[in-house]
């Protein structure tokens, strides 16, 4: 019987041996690297800790093993990033914005037009006129839209005068007799301008 109770103890002996081994230093307290900052996790990673060891992971928007993670370009791809109009990679994530004359939605993707006649009527002197992306100012029965396309112009039977303070000149106003209207000048320093 001896020998029986031997070969018992003995294999109780080496399953202990063979617990602790897989079970690592039972008794001893883990090391978070993680917390201790003794990982190599890259700046663009997250470290998550485990028993006797830790991981490395990429936060979203990078891509890599976690020692190394690279930013993705998420407007790289078919789909724009699911921005309509454009897409603008930042790192570790994207943002879309719209053209001029219309606003980024509330989905954050999609793009509205803005109605700029809503706003103070445009900037138009009479009349705005919504359109896609854009406006444009108009003028009433017997006014013309003016070079600066926002002011209109009292339009006569013996055509523009000078007299009229609607004459549209910013500096000095010429008459332009023949032609029936005005023609514009500028004082001495000035240019005029194409508008």
């Known amino acids: 019987m001896g020998s ?26 883990d090391v978070d690297e993680c917390a201790e ?17 830790f991981n490395c992971i990429c936060k979203p928007g990078y891509s890599g ?14 789909y724009n990033g699911g921005c309509v109009h454009e897409c603008i990679n930042i790192p570790g994530n994207y943002r879309c914005t719209c053209y001029d004359g219309f606003m980024l939605a509330h989905d954050g993707h999609n793009c509205l037009d803005v109605d700029e006649c809503s706003d103070n009527n445009g900037g138009c002197q009479q009349v705005c006129v919504n359109t896609m992306g854009s406006y444009e100012c108009q003028c ?3 006014f013309f839209l003016s070079d600066n396309q926002h002011t209109c112009i009292h339009r006569s039977d013996d055509g523009m005068n000078c007299m009229n303070k609607d ?3 910013a500096h000095i106003c ?16 000035f240019e005029l301008a194409k508008n």
Do not use: W, Y
């Open 174 to 189: 010429r008459e332009a007799p023949g032609k029936g209207g005005v023609s514009c000048e500028c004082r001495p320093g």
């Open 140 to 142: 009433t029965e017997g």
């Open 37 to 53: 900052g003794s990982d190599d996790c890259h700046i663009d990673a997250l470290c998550q800790n485990t028993p006797a060891s």
């Open 167 to 169: 004459h549209g000149c």
């Open 65 to 78: 093993d976690g020692q190394q993670c690279d930013d993705v370009d998420e407007c790289g791809n078919d």
């Open 4 to 29: 029986a109770a031997f070969s018992r103890d003995v294999c109780l002996l080496l399953l202990l041996i063979n617990t602790r081994r897989l079970m690592g230093n039972v008794g001893h307290a």
